[in-house]
């Protein structure tokens, strides 16, 4: 009998190592791919062989939501995103398949070529109807992690805002705070987790109006 537990406990333990969380997988592979040299030349053949379809060519995404903006955006957060959406930390099956049918080498063309794509401003902004509440909860919960500008911290692996279409961060927001996006830092959930749907439609209709200064143009 015991013997058998034993074997029991074992199978577990091999399982649980042939199958490690969705979590673990993930950070495994953002290491492997973070280490990775990329290069932006590749990256724009794989970019718009394989993710152009939906994101376009530019890297723009769709105002009305259904397709993020990737153009500008750090590379960690681009990486981080795809290899949660691989190992399934992050449910996104419409683009799953795209996901798992690019190398890790292309992963990080990829990143890198997004990185060095223009921030289009034209992106899609909300009503405008509670703007002076949205800045005031932005200040209050989202500006110590997204910037003054939507800027983001590629140190801490927080996202560009800046250009992002409203629809979608709308979307996106409503899923953290009712806990549908599993892979959201733990302290954007808490911070977020008591909003009204009108409090979380004012600070994203904020965010989508951020503007992150140009860089000065370097001298030819
Ligand atoms: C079939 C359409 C489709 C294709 C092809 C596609 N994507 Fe996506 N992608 C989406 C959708 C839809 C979302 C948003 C999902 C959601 O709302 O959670 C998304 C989200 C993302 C995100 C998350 C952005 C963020 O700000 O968190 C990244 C990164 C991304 N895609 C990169 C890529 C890359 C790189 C490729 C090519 C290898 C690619 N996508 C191909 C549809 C697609
Ligand atoms: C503790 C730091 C932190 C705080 C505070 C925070 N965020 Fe975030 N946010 C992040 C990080 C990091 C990500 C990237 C995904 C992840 O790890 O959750 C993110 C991603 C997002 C996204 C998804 C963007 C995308 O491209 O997919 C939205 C929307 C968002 N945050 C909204 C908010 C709002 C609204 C607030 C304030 C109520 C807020 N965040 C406060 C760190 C933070």
Redesign the pocket.
Known sequence: MKLMWLMVGSLVASAAVANPSPELASQKELKKVMALKGDPVNGKDRYQAACASCHLDNGAGQPDGTF?QLAGQHPV?VL??MTDIRAGARENAVMLGAAKAVSEQDLADIALYLKLLPIPHDNGRGEGEFLDDGLV??KR??L???GRSGEGDPK????V?AG?HYK??LR??MD?RDGK?L???P??ME??KG?TDTQ?IA??DF?SRLVMPELPKKKK
């Open positions: 993020p957060v981080k995103q909860l932005y919960d989202c110590s992690c997204h801490t692996n927080t996202p805002l992002q979608y961060l996106q927001a953290i996006r892979n959201s830092n302290k954007m911070a977020i909003y979380v600070v994203t965010m």
